[in-house]
C-alpha cells in the first residue's frame, strides 16, 4: 500500500513540474532574426523593473517580458517558442524608441511562413532548388535570378538563380535545403543559391558548412 501511494506522489510530482514547465515555455518567443544598425542598438527585453537584457539571436524571451527597439533602422523579429510558422517583426521607430510587452505582440497578426517537410531521406519536392532561411543575424540581401534586390527576412524562400550579399563581418545567415539539412554562412561574402545546393566550398581557406 505504501508503495503505491510513493508511485501516487511521483507521478503527482512528475505532472506538476511537467505542467510548470509547459507553463513556462507557453507564451514565450525566440528571436530568429536580429539587425543593428549602429553600436547605439542594442536590441533588449526587460521583465517588469528589471534590468534591460540585449538580445541574442536564438535567444528566448520571457512570456511577462517587454522588447525594445531604439534605433530607426534596426529590427528584430521572433516566433513563437512553440510556433516556427508564425513571425513577428518589431522594427525600430524614426525617433525615440518602441517598447512591445510579449503578450500584446502575440495578439497581433503574425506573417506567416513555410519550411521543408522532407520525410526519412526523401526531400520536400515543393522546396526542390530552394533554400529557406532558418535564421539570420545582421543585414543579408537577396538579389533574385531577375536583378531585384531586398532585405532577407526569416522565412524568406530563396530559389535557384538568386545570389546572397552577407554585408559585414561575422553576420550569419542559416539557410534549410529541401531535405532539412541546415547550412550556415558567415560574412562578409557573396555567393550564389547554387552553391549552396551543390554543397560547394564557399570560403577560399575555411568552408564552415
Not at 510548470?20 to 527585453?45: H, I, N, P, R
Amino acid at each position: 500500500m505504501r508503495r503505491i501511494l510513493r508511485t501516487g506522489v511521483l507521478l503527482i510530482i512528475l505532472f506538476a513540474a511537467a505542467a510548470s514547465g509547459f507553463a513556462q515555455a507557453k507564451g514565450t518567443v525566440k528571436c530568429v532574426g536580429l539587425y543593428s544598425e549602429t553600436s547605439d542598438g542594442q536590441v533588449s527585453y526587460r521583465v517588469g523593473g528589471g534590468a534591460w537584457v540585449v538580445v541574442g539571436v536564438g535567444a528566448t524571451i520571457p512570456a511577462d517580458a517587454e522588447i525594445r527597439v531604439n534605433v530607426d533602422r534596426d529590427w528584430i523579429e521572433v516566433i513563437p517558442s512553440n510556433n516556427p510558422n508564425a513571425v513577428y517583426l518589431i522594427h525600430g521607430p524614426d525617433s525615440g524608441e518602441i517598447v512591445k510587452k510579449v503578450a500584446d505582440l502575440l495578439k497581433s497578426k503574425p506573417r506567416t511562413v513555410a519550411f521543408p517537410k522532407p520525410t526519412g531521406t526523401t526531400p520536400d519536392p515543393k522546396f526542390k532548388d530552394k533554400l529557406v532561411v532558418s535564421q539570420y543575424w545582421g543585414r543579408q540581401i537577396y538579389i533574385t535570378a531577375d536583378g531585384d534586390d531586398r532585405d532577407i527576412q526569416y522565412g524568406d524562400v530563396l530559389e535557384m538563380g538568386g545570389k546572397v550579399r552577407i554585408i559585414a563581418i561575422n553576420n550569419t545567415i542559416n539557410l534549410r535545403n529541401a531535405a532539412g539539412k541546415e547550412t550556415q554562412v558567415i560574412g562578409p561574402l557573396n555567393f550564389t543559391v547554387e552553391q549552396v545546393l551543390k554543397n560547394e566550398q564557399l570560403y577560399k581557406f575555411l568552408n564552415t558548412h
